[in-house]
């Protein structure tokens, strides 16, 4: 199948989490094409989509949530599968809890335009400069780490299971 990976991204760790979802389908035999929310010229021409963002305050980036808000009509009806790159897995104790907690609020908004077959949270790629000086200082306060928590394993497991499905709607239509 022709399947569009597009992404959003403000440092660069969502491209990586594209890529390894590209790479895991293109092993499944599937002629994937990745872009950045902002390149894709015809969205129209693809049989199913793996779209995703970084987080930034609890939702997608304005740039990939007006990709779908742009693209609604053309994602209707077809298989459509939703990533977003936070900092779960950066957090310890109770922030970690709360971290988890955040996925139906990036959802909620998501929602208003596509009605995705699955949406998956991973985290991603946390750096002081990011976050400013004092950002940076609160960040460890509350016992936050900072470091790469991309988990490779689980988002080519999560990939896979895209592969599974998407064969079985070729099968079903053959
Ligand atoms: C200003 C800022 C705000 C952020 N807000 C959140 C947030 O609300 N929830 C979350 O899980 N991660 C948050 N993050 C973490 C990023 O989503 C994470 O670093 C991600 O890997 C960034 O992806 P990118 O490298 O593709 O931009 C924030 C990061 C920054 C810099």
């Not at 979802?21 to 010229?41: G, M, P």
């Not at 922030?95 to 208003?112: D, F, K, N, V």
Request: no cysteine; charged share 25%.
């Amino acid at each position: 199948m022709k399947v569009l990976v597009a992404y959003a991204t403000a440092a660069g760790s969502t491209v990586g989490v594209a890529a390894r979802i590209a790479a895991v389908l293109r092993a499944h035999d599937h002629e994937v094409t990745t872009y950045s929310v902002d390149e894709v010229a015809d969205a129209g021409e693809y049989d199913a989509y793996v779209i995703g963002s970084a987080v930034h305050d609890q939702a997608w980036l304005p740039s990939g949530a007006a990709f779908l808000t742009r693209e609604r009509g053309t994602l209707r009806g077809k298989p459509v599968w939703l990533f977003s790159v936070g900092l779960p897995d950066s957090l310890r104790g109770p922030l970690r809890r709360w971290a988890g907690l955040e996925e139906p609020t990036i959802l909620s908004h998501l929602r208003e335009d596509v009605t995705p077959v699955e949406h998956r949270l991973f985290s991603g790629v946390v750096r002081a400069e990011m976050l400013g000086k004092l950002g940076a200082l609160v960040f460890r306060a509350v016992g936050g780490r900072f470091g790469d928590f991309r988990d490779w394993q689980e988002i080519e497991v999560w990939a896979g299971d895209i592969a599974g499905v998407l064969a079985d709607i070729e099968a079903a239509t053959r």
